[in-house]
């Protein structure tokens, strides 16, 4: 499989409601050949229907589905030729391991020698070579993944589809298996879309992540962009962990409680505006700071140890509460001692000003 | 069981016996009465079937049965009867629980009720309510000759007709309940897979839905097939005499006859059948379970 027989997929005016409830809005999408891209939303967001209408289990009230040149909208699920991995993985529990690979080839009337072939391939790829004969329920959740992984890319479908295929496992697993989904990707090149509630898994898997909620994709751009330069606040407290603190944005400068403030770069516009605050971008100064770090005096309210660091919580000159993260080694501060906080010039981002929102 | 000697070991242990006793316990009121009504009266009809009439040991009724063709004529009507009728309740109710199935809970529950609700009348007054439908000068009968469809009364009662058309309709409860609610317990997700991995409806159902709901049908077929090996009332009325199944057979020798060797006989018989289906039909549910369907 080369990434040319990839194909694109285009999604415009997407929409579908359910009586009162708006589940997509008019959604357009495209995802590019051999792309990864993750919807990413909370439950209820609308990312599963747009999944399942790419599948074709979901019907919509109008719009236009295009896989590379084909419209599908109105194709059946049976011929779309496109691969999924469910959620609960759907593995045939009446079939051993090598029938539920061999189903889709079965179905394409591929002889028996090319499917006997083709099956032990795809379990070499997902490193379970030599399962063929067992029976699903004596796999492990972790096992059941892959196999379910080797039976939507057998027939070599040019899309993926994957719905939320990590939930069920445990930390560890769900850590490894996102790094191993990636290079089997970077490996067959199929145009894949991935649905997650994960931040951190569309973080680490993701050429693209879409951001929904709603039924309206807020943001789509790259797992970078999305962290540092989020669009607007829904975006910026969806992903990671952030406060936003009030400042003054004038054509002379910006000033946050009386205090002015340097930024990377200057907004087109002035008024109020929300500085995003990482807690990983803050740091606890010690001594006096280089010239482009803005210095932001706080009270601690809170401690808490975490292992690799400790998390504290303080309270900002106008009352703000904001988190920063300390090493965990260092002589942790204590509730209500006086810090000086510092951020990086570099690192202060300014929401766009929204409408309706202060 | 290795006994551990730790603290309380001994305590704990009984405590654990005396919560298992107790819930056997609960079983003693039903296992008493089983105990007095079935197995008394049943042992005692397998003793009287070696009896002759002369109250000696010997195992002529048996023999007779052996001997005389119209027994074997009882035998074979009974699985006949009981065969077919389990067929029809399969291509009738197979359809029907799957429509069920498909439908959203609220509107199955309620057509479920529509099946359900022939038990909530006598089997006596059904099988009547059928002979008043099918008779001669019966409501089919009738309106079929008064629309035309056919000139003369169709023999639809007193004989095996009647009997099938009875007995099905008692039946097939029995047969949708089970397949309904294997079919309720296949997870939709297996059919979207099915079709995303390219199999029509078609394909989809025979390759998925059909080995999947097979334990659920299997279960039925045997409830209703076992069911019917006994059936008394049913042939008795909507068979007209013609029909003689088994247990009809066994009320002839007994209120004709007063020959209850023979009765006994004759069920003990029908008895060790049943139970030889019973573990040929188990075997092969075991058999279903090991492929890996049921309950997944």
Redo the contacts between chains.
């Keep these: 499989m080369t990434r040319d027989a990839a194909l694109p997929i285009a999604v415009r005016q997407l929409t579908k409601s359910y009586g009162t409830v708006q589940v997509l809005d008019a959604v357009d999408l495209d995802v590019h050949r051999g792309e990864f891209l993750t919807l990413l939303g909370p439950s209820g967001s609308g990312k599963t229907t747009l999944l399942m209408m790419l ?3 979901v019907r919509p009230d109008c719009g236009s589905i295009t896989f590379g040149e084909r419209e599908v909208i109105r194709l ?9 991995v ?1 959620q ?1 993985y ?7 391991v090598a029938a539920n690979i061999a ?2 080839l079965k ?2 009337g591929v002889d028996r020698v090319e499917t006997a072939k083709r099956v032990e391939q795809a379990l070499e790829l997902v490193k379970l070579g030599g399962y063929g004969a067992r ?3 004596q796999l492990s959740g972790g096992q059941r993944q892959r196999i379910a992984l080797a ?1 939507a890319i057998v ?1 070599e479908p040019r899309i993926l589809l994957m719905d939320e295929p990590l939930s069920a496992l445990d930390k560890q697993l769900r850590e490894h298996m996102q790094i191993e989904l990636r290079q089997l990707h970077e490996r067959l090149g199929m145009t894949t879309v991935y649905v997650t509630h994960d931040q951190r898994e569309a973080l680490t898997m993701s050429d693209r992540i879409a951001v929904i909620d709603q039924g309206r994709i807020r943001q789509i751009d790259t797992p970078k962009t999305i962290y540092e330069r989020p669009n607007n606040r829904f975006v910026a407290e969806f992903i990671g962990e952030s406060t936003f603190v009030k400042v003054d944005v004038t054509s002379s400068g910006c000033t946050f409680n009386g205090i002015p403030l340097s930024l990377a770069a200057q907004p087109p516009q002035t008024g109020p505006h929300h500085l995003m605050i990482r807690p990983e971008r803050l740091a606890i100064l010690q001594r006096d700071p280089a010239d482009d770090v803005n210095v932001l005096p706080a009270i601690v309210t809170a401690a808490i140890y975490q292992g690799d660091s400790v998390l504290v919580h303080a309270s900002l000159s106008d009352g703000t509460m904001v988190s920063v993260r300390a090493s965990a080694s260092s002589q942790a501060p204590l509730v209500g001692d006086h810090l000086n906080l510092g951020l990086n010039a570099a690192d202060t981002y300014l929401l766009p000003p929204e409408e309706g929102v202060q | 069981m290795s006994h551990v000697a730790g603290p309380n070991a001994y305590n704990l242990r009984r405590d654990a016996l005396i919560e298992r006793l107790a819930l056997f316990s609960l079983t003693g009121p039903a296992l008493l009465l089983v105990a007095t009504v079935m197995l008394v009266p049943v042992g005692w009809l397998f003793w009287l079937s070696f009896l002759n009439d002369a109250g000696g040991l010997s195992p002529e009724h048996y023999l007779r049965m052996l001997s005389q063709p119209s027994y074997e004529r009882a035998f074979r009507a009974t699985f006949e009867i009981s065969f077919t009728t389990t067929a029809i309740c399969i291509l009738l109710g197979y359809p029907l629980a799957y429509v069920l199935s498909q439908l959203p809970r609220r509107a199955a529950n309620i057509c479920m009720i529509a099946v359900m609700l022939p038990f909530w009348t006598s089997l006596l007054v059904r099988t009547y309510a059928w002979l008043v439908l099918l008779q001669r000068q019966g409501i089919i009968n009738t309106w079929g000759i008064k629309l035309g469809l056919w000139d003369a009364p169709l023999a639809l009662v007193h004989n095996l007709n009647g009997t099938l058309i009875g007995m099905v309709h008692i039946m097939l409860p029995f047969l949708v309940l089970p397949v309904y609610a294997s079919m309720r317990a296949i997870d939709p997700d297996y059919l979207k897979a099915a079709a995303n991995l390219g199999a029509s409806p078609t394909r989809a159902f025979w390759l998925v839905f059909l080995p999947l709901s097979l334990p659920g049908l299997l279960a039925g077929a045997l409830i209703v097939f076992i069911l019917c090996l006994g059936f008394y009332v049913t042939p008795a009325v909507l068979g007209g005499g013609k029909i003689t199944m088994v247990a009809n057979r066994i009320a002839t020798d007994i209120e004709l006859f007063f020959n209850w060797g023979a009765a006994s006989s004759l069920g003990v018989v029908l008895f060790i059948l049943t139970v030889m289906i019973l573990y040929v039909a188990s075997r092969l549910v075991r058999l279903e379970r090991l492929l890996g369907g049921g309950d997944a």
């Design positions: 599948a074709g289990f059946e699920p049976h011929k779309r030729d496109v691969g999924m469910f609960n759907a593995l045939f529990p009446h079939m051993d189903f889709p179905l394409r029976r699903i329920d039976r027939f």
